[in-house]
Structures are given as C-alpha cells and as structure tokens.
C-alpha cells in the first residue's frame, strides 16, 4: 500500500509541475523540469511536420548518468516507457552521445532502428563536472503512429527516467542502461504543452544543426 501511494503522489506532483518556456542556445523550447535532475525541452515549427528540436539536460555529477525521453504514451499497456520511442542521452568520455531505443518489455530496452536521425546543435551541447547537455534535431521523429505524439496534438502525454547507476558500453548506441531507480525525480509521466512549443523561428533554428 506504501508503495502503491508513493507511486500515485510521484505521478501526481509530476502532471502537475506542467511545461513552461525556457531558452538555451538561443532557442526557445516548451520545457518540462523534473527538479534538479532532469529536464526535455521541445521546439516546433508553426506548422509541424516530422521533424523537432529537442533540449535534454541532465545531472551527471559522475560522469555515468543517463537520461531518458519517452515520446509516446502507450494507451493499451498503461505505459509510457513500454513501447513509445525513448531518447536517451548519457555522456561517453566527456561528450554528449545519444540513441533511438524502444523497451519491449521493462528491461534494458533495445536500439530503435527506423528513419529517424540525429543532428546535433553544437551551441547547445555540452558536458561538464554536474551536468550533460544535448540539444539537437530530430529527423523524422514525428511518426504519426503510436510510437511518438502526432504532428496535430496539441499536447503530448511522455515520460522520463533519469539514472546515476552507472552505465556501460557508452562508445555505441546498444550501451547497458542500469535501472532508473523509483521517485518524481527519477521517473513519472509529464503532460508537454506542444502548442506553446511552436515558433516561427524554428527553420532559422533548425539550420543550427549539425
């Protein structure tokens, strides 16, 4: 029963922080802040296609953090890790490296292989003694079907799982990720206000990218 009420009051207080404006590198996302330790920011353009800017930032005070976005909400499983495609960010010998996984069950999920890719903006990229910082474009990441939110959703059901557990084989996309860990500051469902993510800047932003 404990746990059953801690779980409702880590999902409850994570729905109700919301998402609000924030810039970095010059860019303005709709950012959703879990606290100190993580936070996923998105850019639009006005008229969305496949496309999106993303921000993660995580606390890395050991160099062995990783981050997690879920795009999606699985509706039939309950669940937003479970089946949504994950963007995970960690830091591999003090750069930001990222990958496309999907989690098919709950256990260390596996490489997502599709069309979507990478490309990061330097300008907003960065890892240092307490934090990893991974701003970039993400191709074909807007899918239309149940793995991400769709390009007409005005906002989008995701979630996040932060770990300080260590991580291993961060030189390839298929790095062991250690389990998250329990709490609002380690894992929960946000609610991402996509409208207030849309800007007519974005093709401007978008050329950022490298």
């Known amino acids: 029963m404990a746990r059953l009420l801690l779980l409702a009051t880590s999902i409850a207080g994570a729905l109700a922080q919301g998402t609000q404006s924030t810039t970095s590198a010059g860019i303005t996302f709709q950012t959703y802040d879990s606290g100190p330790n993580f936070k996923f920011g998105i850019a639009l353009p006005e008229t969305p296609g496949e496309d999106f800017i993303g921000h993660i930032t995580a606390y890395d005070p050991d160099g062995l953090s990783w981050a997690s976005v879920s795009l999606g909400y699985n509706a039939a499983e309950n669940s937003h890790m479970k089946g949504p495609l994950l963007v995970v960010a960690w830091n591999h010998e003090g750069k930001a490296k990222a990958a496309f996984r999907q989690a098919k069950a709950y256990v260390n999920p596996d490489v997502y292989k599709g069309p979507m890719t990478f490309k ?8 240092n ?45 298929a790095a062991k990720l250690v389990y998250h860990g329990f709490g609002p500051q380690r894992r929960g469902p946000f609610t991402l206000n996509l409208t207030g993510a849309k800007s007519a800047k974005y093709s401007s932003w978008a050329e950022m990218a490298k």
């Open 129 to 173: 003694k307490t934090h990893i910082e991974y701003t970039f474009l993400c191709s074909k990441c807007i899918t239309g079907d149940d793995i991400t939110f769709k390009k007409t959703d005005t906002t989008a059901k995701m979630g996040f799982a932060y770990s300080t557990n260590g991580i291993s084989g961060t030189e390839t996309a």
């Open 120 to 127: 990061e903006i330097p300008q907003g990229t960065s890892v």
